[in-house]
């Protein structure tokens, strides 16, 4: 009978005449039907029937639901549900927690008043508590619970014991069948570490199944691809965790030949000389480590991710030419037991034209000027390094947080339309308000900066401050595509006061600047002229006996007739946060002689910026500044004013000195250099496009004339740090240094682009 009614309802269906649910002792009838789906005088099956139970469990207010089915002689239907209810929660309690408060678990578990208490949710929370504990080092760690008798509403406590034991730390991890690899150098690659004087070494159990695919990955870059972990063993002591892995390191295997096959258009021998398997170049992690003897890299390895990297390569090759859809499969040969020769299969497929370059996300900034700066064309074929290029000078253009390249294929596979998806950022810094820096003190100010004037990429200034130390000020507007093309065109007009400690100066005037890039978009030359007046006052005394002072006038105003020429080659992919490329400038400026004026002298200015990157994440930044400074006729043409000073953030700053605090031993108290230079190392992890953090060492010094140099005598400060762009302020940073030839530390805040 009961096989013949299931059998029933699965080929036939039938009508529910009644639905009873049978156990109920808080929720209504009702309810529990309309959630089970199946009311008086619908038709249901045996599909319904289970969709409805599963209903009932995922709702967390049954232990247990089963379904009767009675069939009347009418032909219809009675169905009965018994049913089994959780309580609702009252209220959490916990006991036997020592280490972690009541709060903390509470928090963690965000349970609420009236929560259903279901198997599912109770085995979760127990998860919960157990997982928290074990992230805190009770790695053996219980939690148990129990619920109190339901009261007439059906509300109960729930009760968690807790068994914490005890802190475990890692006291030792020994791995068993490393033939090759020292223990150390492989625990290096782990999260969970042993214990050291400056490491708390708690077991984090949530690591370690990715540790071991860590040293399994370790193995694979260094030759074995059938390294595998065993088994593990664990060993709680006293004193702590004692952990042993057992490994098998399996053969070593040596890459062999490398050859092509189904290339038309690049022949083998081309292929070859940008793809060698044999030939294996060290990261650059590995050549720091080769310095002082950790180095594990060997040249010609077998490794997996070298195969991948010549598929990207050999890809890129025919990308760059067109060919967009071109096929790499690697197959690979084994001889003489460890020596694997690599075929790379090439399907080249059409070359590939653009028909259309789309750009979308745009709000503000006019489609024009994001579209000078792409290089490809439609009707053109398409070229993989030129969309990459393309990308980088969007995002070199600083007006978006995001360029995101991307591809459509067209009916015709002949062709291909290009997607660049934008998404701007807030360029423009309006401020006023007041300020205070350590440099310059407190202030009031009016500023207003937009590198991307109205969407035209047009960039305009304007600046009014007052302050103790500034009363500035200055308009400018730069015109970056002059008549169309990629030449600029500058104004800038000043009225300047700086009251220093030595001397106060008031600059006022204005400039013309004209640039144009020049080979490609990475070299750009800079020629300007500019005409002020100066006029120097409040001199200390410790100055007046310089040769440049002796017959100058307190009131007396000097015109400065000078022009200034530079060159830049940039190659980042950020202005803000690069992560990789470089920058090299040199700037000129040449005052008086030929060009009148009172003041007469040559300024020379070099900086070089090398940015690398692993996993571009974490960033290398090496930078050199270099500067001299010289009068035309004679020494005492060059003015007081010009000279430099060391200390601080900015272009000549030093970090773990204060401002202008670092001025020659060969000169008089207070008075700059004729010549400097600063070497700057920074490790920077990079948070976010907006945001990184860094560790830094700055070393420097300025001198009356290279003769003088000295490296015994420089200055070298040390610290961490961060920056942040943000909207309406742009880069914000603070660093933190300690001076090593003072032995202190200091602060050092920036508000600006800084270097």
Known sequence: MIASLWAGLLL?????????????????????????????????????????LRR??????????????????????????????????????????????????????????????????????????????????????????????????????????????????????????????????????????????????????????????????????????????????????????????YLTEGPRYWFGDTDFSGNQVFSTEFLRQHVDLRRDRPPVSEM???????????????????????????????????????????????????????????????????????????????????????????????????????????????????????????????????????????????????????????????????????????????????????????????????????????????????YLPEYSTRRIGGSITYGQRLWNDYWRATAGYQLEMIRVFNIADTLRNLPSLRDWVEDEYRWTSKISTGITYDSRDRIFNATQGLRASYHLDFAGGPLLGDVHYHKHLANLSVYANWQRKYIGMAMLRLGYLGGLRKLSDVPFYERFYLGDIGPYGLRGFSWRSITPIETPPNVGGRVFGILTLEARYRVSESMYLLGFADIGNTWENITYFDPWRLKKGVGVGIRMEVPMMGVVGFDLAYSINDRKWMPHVQFGTGF
Do not use: C
């Not at 156990?23 to 038709?43: C, D, K, N, Y």
């Not at 232990?63 to 219809?76: L, M, R, W, Y």
């Open 288 to 498: 720091l480590k080769k310095l002082i003897g950790k180095s594990t890299y060997v040249p010609g390895v077998y490794r997996k991710d070298r195969i991948q990297e010549a598929i990207a390569t050999i890809a890129g090759l025919y990308g760059d030419s067109g060919y967009l859809y071109v096929q790499v499969v690697p197959e690979e040969h084994l001889r003489d037991d460890s020596i694997i020769d690599v075929v790379f299969h090439i399907t080249e497929g059409e070359r590939v034209k653009v028909r259309k370059v789309n750009i979308v996300g745009n709000t503000k900034t006019y489609e024009s000027v994001i579209r000078r700066e792409i290089d490809l064309l439609p009707n053109h074929y398409f070229s993989r390094y030129l969309a990459v290029k393309s990308q980088r000078d969007l995002f070199y253009l600083n007006y978006f947080e995001n360029v995101q390249l991307n591809f459509a294929p067209t009916e015709d596979s002949g062709f291909v339309d290009v997607i660049f998806e934008v998404k701007e950022k807030p360029t423009g810094q309006m401020g006023i308000g007041a300020s205070y820096s350590a440099t310059y003190g407190p202030s009031l100010y009016l500023n207003l900066q937009n590198p991307n004037f109205l969407g035209r990429g047009q960039q305009v200034n304007a600046l009014v401050e007052y302050g103790s130390r500034r009363r500035n000020v200055q308009l400018g507007f730069t015109e970056p595509y002059l008549l169309g093309k990629p030449r600029s065109l500058g104004i800038e007009g000043h009225d300047l006061t700086t």
């Open 56 to 245: 009932l469990y995922r709702s967390g207010l049954f232990s247990n639901a089963e379904v009767e089915v009675h069939i009347t002689p009418s032909g219809q239907a009675d169905i009965v549900l018994r049913v089994q209810e959780n309580p609702r929660l009252r209220q959490v309690l916990f006991q036997g927690n020592r280490a972690l408060k009541d709060k903390t678990l509470r928090d963690t578990l965000k349970a609420r008043r009236g929560m259903y208490l279901s198997f599912q949710r109770l085995f979760r929370w127990q998860k919960t508590l157990e997982g928290l504990y074990h992230s805190r080092g009770y790695i053996r760690a219980k939690v148990t619970y129990e619920i109190t008798p339901p009261d007439s509403q059906g509300f109960a406590d729930l009760i968690f014991h807790i068994e914490e034991g005890k802190v475990y730390p890692i006291r030792k991890i020994e791995i068993v069948g490393n033939q090759h690899f020292p223990d150390e150098v492989l625990e290096v690659h782990l999260k969970n570490r042993e214990k050291r004087w400056y490491r708390k070494a708690r077991f984090l159990p949530e690591e370690w199944p990715r540790d071991l695919e860590r040293i399994v990955e370790f193995y694979q870059q260094h030759g074995f691809p059938k390294a595998r972990v065993d088994s593990t063993h664990f060993d709680y002591r006293d004193d702590g965790l004692y952990i042993t892995v």
């Open 12 to 52: 036939f269906g039938f009508t529910a005449r009644t639905v009873t649910v049978q156990g109920l002792q808080w929720s209504t009838q009702e309810g529990v039907v309309h959630r089970f789906g199946i009311t008086p005088g619908a038709s249901f099956d045996l599909e319904t029937v289970r969709e409805g």
